[in-house]
């Protein structure tokens, strides 16, 4: 979630608290009429506490998905720490560098794979001691190439 997103989800909230507090004193008033009317004014008020009230029920509702928001599980977004430029173009070395490393793996691993594939086809052992091991455990220049 960007700071864009946070600092809108707090204005929804601050709106809707605003809105919330005026619903609830808008309904103390007309209860406090509510009190001292009759007859018609009386059915009147309780209509319009129905009215308040329902409007009290949807702006509950819409506060309660905005503080379900994660920015807002989390704590805050100043909880987290901002990503400066610096810091972008620092991840995106990092990157190229692991990519580089995964490269330059994988190419030895291909070697390694290429030796033990040469030494199980020319009569397979393991490379023992001496001049003889050594001599059989050559690789032709030609093969070497192929590798790259």
Avoid: H, N, Y
Avoid at 84 to 104: C, K, N, V, Y
């Amino acid at each position: 979630m960007t700071r864009q997103d946070v600092a809108a989800l707090q204005a929804r909230k601050s709106e809707l608290t605003g809105q919330l507090e005026s619903a609830v004193r808008q309904r103390r008033q007309i209860s406090e009429q509510l009190r001292r009317a009759e007859g018609v004014d009386k059915t009147g008020l309780e209509s319009r506490i129905g009215v308040i009230d329902a409007r009290i029920t949807r702006i509950e509702g819409e506060l309660d998905q905005v503080s379900e928001q994660p920015a807002w599980k989390r704590g805050s977004l100043r909880s987290q720490p901002a990503l400066t430029s610096d810091s972008g173009q620092r991840l995106e070395r990092i990157e190229q560098a692991m990519d580089a490393i995964a490269i330059e793996v994988e190419r030895v691993s291909e070697g390694q794979r290429f030796v033990t594939r040469l030494l199980s086809e020319r009569g397979g052992g393991a490379l023992g001691a001496g001049p003889q091991a050594a001599e059989s455990a050559r690789i032709p220049l030609s093969d070497v190439e192929r590798v790259r």
